[in-house]
């Protein structure tokens, strides 16, 4: 996996599709807000009812998060997209939630351990998501388990390409956030490019075992 050219490429994405990036991601904050503050209104902080509406909102979002990286993935592979694309699994709240809930309590119990299994545990499972927005037709421990296959030898080449964002990170601070209008996009399609190569390197390395 080539870090820099993934980022120069997650470069010139950003300059082609910086507007259609942000209206879908703006679609998704907005509706996140939105979520949250109807909630906030109609019920009390802290009830039986607004613990489990905050976590049906969480998982509703989550949807919408599964929808925007199809979204962008679209755009990584030169594919026609429209920001119709970001709900299109909204009606998949339940799989989407039963991978979310996975994944934590999986992390969570590698976590009890040490924190380093802990990390390693989500290194492993940080593509499910993409995996699903690939293709959702698997049940939720398939994505797990092929996420886990997918990062096989590449736990530590992700975990030192994220860690290559922190600058940008720390510019984000310096610059009182106004610097997070181009390091989002930025860092999204870098991932998500980092994704598709990794999808492409693991198909070859299937095909080179047949």
Known sequence: MNRIEIKEKAKELVKENFKDFWKGYLIVIAISILCSFAIELLFERGSIIYNCLTLVASFFTSTLSVGFYLFILKMVRGKDYVKEDIFKYIGNILPIAAISILTMVFVFLWSILLIIPGIIAALGFSMVLYIYADNSDLTPMDYLSQSKEMMQGYKWDYFVFMLSFIGWILLCGITLGIALIW????????????????????????????
């Open 183 to 210: 390091v989002v996009p930025y860092v999204s399609f870098a991932e998500t490019i980092y994704y598709d190569e990794l999808k492409k390197v693991k198909e070859l390395e299937a095909k080179e075992k047949i």
